[in-house]
């Protein structure tokens, strides 16, 4: 690598971490929000705010083909899935701490390897699958002390993982069909159709959590925020990977879990326990290694045509 490349991968890295850190201001706003209006709700407005924002940018700069959508029914998945998964998550935040509600919902590079597996017969082999049974381990010890006060809710963040799993496989599957700008606005666009039956639904249930009233001024401006922070964080990790390869900013996600803590310390008083900490230590380096394991699989690839094992 020249000077010059491993200078522009060092920047690569650097608007990376801000994008990422980014996200996990816009999940504050969100745990801001807690019993103020229900989680599917804040998905629903956070999503139609982007989706307007990424539309006017989208008709002033493609024009014509701006609103077209090519392969439809992967769109439609992954309008689907990050509706599901924004959902779960958002309301995980009105029960979990910040920083717990992040580590678990970085098991979805573990849910990919299995659903890979299960759908596409992918073979795991043994390292992969101890990475996965030590990243569910961490969730355990982050779920332990509020795993019975939480009931099924402690469930919401490893479906928002789940969901968040699916969509990395459907955006695979939609890679160079359209450009990152009309990509993110279809998902935004598509999300906002399904979270509002889905927000209708859960209001008309009965169930208090998910009761909806007229949103006050202020949960719309934080809403607003929310939509802002994660437009901007996705366009910083769009101009990321254009200075760098994708290997060496995937592994700058795992700074949202750092700055989730010292958010939540600062602005709830959710200070980390040893418990956080340790689950949190072990879905990261089990993350981290399995991501090592799958960019040398796919360099093996690439040279010899043929996967290892």
Same mark, same amino acid.
């Given at each position: 690598m020249t000077q010059s490349a491993g200078r522009s991968e060092v920047v690569a890295m650097a608007i990376a971490l801000a994008g990422y850190a980014i996200f996990s201001i816009g999940d504050a706003l969100v745990r801001s929000m807690a019993g103020a209006w229900p989680g599917s709700a804040i998905a629903l407005l956070r999503y139609a705010i982007g989706a307007a924002m990424l539309g006017g940018l989208l008709l002033a700069r493609e024009r014509r083909t701006a609103f077209s959508c090519p392969?439809?029914?992967?769109?439609?998945?992954r309008g689907a899935a990050i509706a599901l998964a924004t959902t779960c998550f958002f309301t995980t935040l009105g029960f979990m701490p910040l920083a717990d509600a992040t580590a678990i919902q970085f098991t979805s590079p573990m849910w990919v390897a299995l659903l890979s597996a299960v759908l596409f017969g992918e073979?795991?082999?043994?390292? #992969?699958?101890?990475l996965i049974l030590i990243a569910f381990g961490g969730v355990l010890v982050i779920?332990?002390?509020?795993?019975? #006060?939480?009931?099924p809710v402690a469930a919401l963040p490893l479906l928002a993982a789940l969901f968040m799993a699916m969509l990395i496989m459907l955006n695979r599957r939609a890679a160079g069909a359209t450009s990152i700008l009309q990509s993110q606005?279809?998902?935004?666009?598509?999300?906002?159709?399904?979270?509002?039956p889905v927000t209708i639904i859960g209001h008309l249930s009965g169930a208090a959590r998910f009761a909806m009233a007229w949103p006050a001024p202020l949960v719309v401006l934080k809403c607003a925020g929310v939509a802002v922070t994660g437009t901007i964080g996705h366009l910083l990790l769009f101009v990321?990977?254009?200075?760098?390869?994708?290997?060496?900013?995937?592994p700058m996600t795992y700074v949202q879990i750092l700055v989730a803590i010292a958010i939540g310390w600062a602005a709830f008083g959710t200070r980390p326990d040893a418990a956080m900490l340790a689950g949190s230590g072990l879905v990261i380096a089990a993350g981290l290694i399995l991501f090592r394991i799958s960019r040398r699989a796919?360099?093996?690839?690439?040279?010899s045509g043929s996967t290892p094992e």
């Open positions: 392969l439809p029914l992967v769109q439609v998945g073979r795991i082999g043994w390292r #992969r699958a101890l779920l332990r002390p509020d795993l019975v #006060r939480l009931g606005f279809l998902i935004a666009f598509i999300a906002t159709l399904i979270l509002l990321a990977t254009t200075r760098a390869s994708a290997t060496a900013v995937a796919a360099q093996d690839v690439g040279e």
